[in-house]
């Protein structure tokens, strides 16, 4: 059993069928994930509303922010698939060598600035499928 | 597009092909010297793990071989979630990475800084 500290994590992007690490990333989360179910409540059901498992299950969303710099060859990489939105994979590695991959069928990207500040960019992830997690 | 890689990099999962290893950790590598070919290669070349290997590739990065070497040496570091404050302990070989504790793990050239000086050994002729 331990804290995995978020230190030493990488996060990866399909290039060439290469994952290859992305910069300046300070945050990550994933969020979203849940199994699927079906209200099966009737008219005539007790009190309680009943739901059914349905089978599946949703992926959610994989997101992060990263210091952007639009001279990063990772960052414009990024960027590009907006214009070029088809399903990519991405890896991230927890310190201690755990490795996570899953699809995303996009991508969200934007970025913002503010006085005193440094430019940031927010990326999201909507995950096809699920995450390949360590069972 | 071709690009050569120039260190072992993780392959996408799913992808299937030949040239393809599996390291010491169990995971799929592309090897180092690796062609691959793709309409993005120029990429692998700005981000700092391969070379161009074809005229294509070396229009589309644009970089001088300083450049590349510049972006080789941080992806490196990148790739093995290095944090800045460590680049030069990681390249004089005192640690390779991070334990899942985020604990250094000590590579070739390991100091142990915690440890009681009278513990240290000092290079021959070191003068308090």
């Given amino acids: 059993m331990a804290r995995v500290v978020s230190k030493g994590t990488v996060i990866t992007q399909d290039i060439a069928a290469a994952q290859v690490a992305i910069a300046q990333i300070n945050s990550f989360s994933h969020s979203g994930a849940e199994t699927g179910t079906v209200d099966t409540t009737a008219l005539d059901s007790g009190v309680g509303i009943e739901l059914t498992a349905s089978g599946h299950a949703t992926g959610g969303s994989f997101d992060f922010s990263l210091f952007f710099d639009s001279e990063l060859a990772g960052h ?44 940031t960019a927010d990326v999201t992830l909507p995950i096809t499928g699920l995450m390949v997690y360590v069972t | 597009m071709r690009a050569r890689l120039l260190i072992d990099q993780p392959i996408t999962p799913g992808t299937v092909d030949e040239r393809i ?32 290997a074809d005229a294509e590739c070396t229009l589309a990065a644009n970089m001088t071989s300083e450049q590349m070497a510049a972006a080789q040496r941080k992806q490196e570091m990148l790739a093995k979630g290095i944090v800045e404050d460590d680049y030069q302990r990681y390249f004089d070989g005192e640690m390779m990475g991070y334990d899942a504790d985020g604990n250094d793990i000590p590579g070739p050239n390991w100091i ?8 240290l050994i000092l290079p021959e002729g070191f003068n308090e």
């Fill in chain 1, 76 to 119: 414009q990489s990024l960027s590009d698939q907006l214009g070029n939105p088809i399903q990519r994979a991405y890896g991230l590695t927890l310190a201690g060598g755990t490795a996570i991959t899953f699809n995303a069928a996009g991508i969200g990207f934007g970025f913002s600035g503010d006085v005193g500040g440094v430019n």
């Fill in chain 2, 112 to 119: 142990d800084r915690d440890a009681p000086e009278s513990d």
């Fill in chain 2, 21 to 52: 290893v599996v390291g010491e950790d169990g995971k799929s590598y592309w090897p180092a010297g690796a062609v691959l070919e793709d309409p993005r290669a120029q990429r692998l070349v700005q981000m700092g793990v391969a070379e161009p």
